[in-house]
Structure formats: C-alpha cells, structure tokens
C-alpha cells in the first residue's frame, strides 16, 4: 500500500486556511522552516514520513498521529482541549491502572471516538486507538480499518427497547 502524499497536503492546507494561518505562521508555529510547509503541502512523494510532521500535527490542533492516519487514508483527529502539560497533571486516580498504564505506553494514534451505549440515562465509552509504536504505514491502515469496522458495530448496539424480553419477562 501507499502512502497518500497529496491527501495529507490537502488535509495540512485545509487547516491551516480554516485556522486563517498562512503558510509562514504555521511553519512559526509550528518552529519549522517555510519550505518544510511548502514541501508538505505540494504533496510530493516521499520516502519516509518527515521529523517535523509531529510539529506540524501540534500546530494545526491535530492529535499525535494524524499525519500518519491521513497518509493511510484516514482522517486527522483533532487534539484534545487539554495541552499536553495539562494532561500530564490531570488526576487518573478514578481510572483503573491499566487504562493509566495504556495511555502513557501505547503506540502511534490511530483515533479516538466517544460512543453513547444504547442505555437510559448518558452513558458513553471512550476509546483510544493506538498501533504499535513502531508500526509502518501498511500497518496502521490495517488498524484504522479494523477499528471502523469495530466501531460500525458498536455504533449499532441494540439498545434494550430493540432487545427481546426473555419469556418470564412478560
């Protein structure tokens, strides 16, 4: 599979434009040469993945590893409101130490969701997406796709009205 340069630079292009960045403050924002924007958003094929997408990504409010989803054929997901600094601070201590442990160790971002389980009341589950850390693009297509296909069916939960009531239930 590969890799899809100019989709990343139509998707770098259009949130700078939606952010009303030119290409000269994102690349100040972002701490990165002109050129570096200018060279991502021709959308020319390259070899390998550039060091200054992560800085690129933070600039445009996009979450680690967007880049890399778009390349494969994804889209961005945008940054959590919270900063990185922030986050770091945030009180985990009602979330169970695996769940801790999964989002400071897991691999390359992938995508995240909020899905509202089919129950009375708002219950909702998160969901972070990570493949490995070492991961190559082919793989983090095949990732992107299994988890739309999980998602498509989480998203299609019966909820208890749509479940048959068992016979003593009557």
């Avoid at 989803?69 to 600094?85: F, H, I, R, Y």
Wanted: no cysteine.
């Amino acid at each position: 599979m590969t890799r899809d340069w100019e989709r990343l630079a139509r998707a770098i292009e259009e949130a700078r434009d939606a952010k009303g960045l030119t290409q000269v403050a994102l690349a100040e924002a972002a701490e990165v040469s002109e050129s570096t924007v200018q060279n991502l958003e021709s959308g020319a094929t390259r070899k390998r993945t550039p060091s200054t997408l992560p800085k690129i990504e933070a600039a445009l409010g996009w979450a680690p590893g967007s880049g890399i989803a778009v390349l494969a054929g994804g889209d961005p997901t945008p940054e959590n409101k919270v900063s990185q600094s922030e986050d770091r601070d945030l009180d985990r201590s009602d979330l169970p130490l695996r769940i801790v442990d999964e989002l400071k160790n897991g691999g390359q971002l992938v995508d995240t969701a909020v899905i509202r389980l089919p129950t009375k009341g708002d219950v909702r589950m998160t969901v972070v997406v990570r493949g490995a850390p070492d991961a190559s693009p082919e793989e983090i297509q095949q990732a992107l796709e299994a988890w739309r296909r999980a998602e498509r069916k989480l998203q299609n939960l019966p909820g208890d009205e749509d479940e048959p009531r068992a016979a003593n239930e009557a």
